[in-house]
């Protein structure tokens, strides 16, 4: 079992930056597969990035690629998403989400065990 708690969302202008943080509870954070994925209003929630097959192996969706970096601290059971250069379009809740390194990997929300409960980003224009 692994417990998400998401932070750091907010409002920022477009060009801005923030950093979104989710800590872990429960055993073997390291061995989990991290994520972060998006909802938009009356949209469908959508894959942003993980760590695939290993803590080197990273990635990202289309729409956030070179402006999004996700990283982790197994020291801290902490996982990041640092993005940069802010659009309007990146305005969601943003959720964390785990899943074992043994299973299959997919950017499919189906994939993904364990989630957060989602912070709040909103871009101004």
């Known amino acids: 079992q692994v417990q998400l708690v998401e932070s750091g969302g907010g409002l920022v202008q477009a060009g801005g930056s923030l950093r979104l943080s989710c800590a872990a509870s429960?055993?073997?954070?390291?061995?989990?597969?991290l994520a972060w994925f998006r909802q938009a209003p009356g949209k469908e929630r959508e894959f942003v990035a993980c760590f695939k097959w290993s803590d080197r192996d990273t990635n990202y969706a289309d729409s956030v690629k070179g402006r999004f970096t996700i990283s982790r601290d197994n020291a801290k059971n902490t996982v990041y998403l640092q993005m940069n250069s802010l659009k309007p379009e990146d305005t969601a809740v943003y959720y964390c989400?785990?899943?074992?390194?043994?299973?299959?990997?997919?950017?499919?929300?189906?994939?993904?065990?364990?989630w957060g409960q989602g912070t709040q980003v909103t871009v101004s224009s």
């Open positions: 429960g055993r073997s954070f390291s061995s989990y597969r």
């Open positions: 989400a785990a899943d074992p390194y043994g299973a299959p990997w997919s950017t499919s929300t189906y994939q993904w065990d364990y």
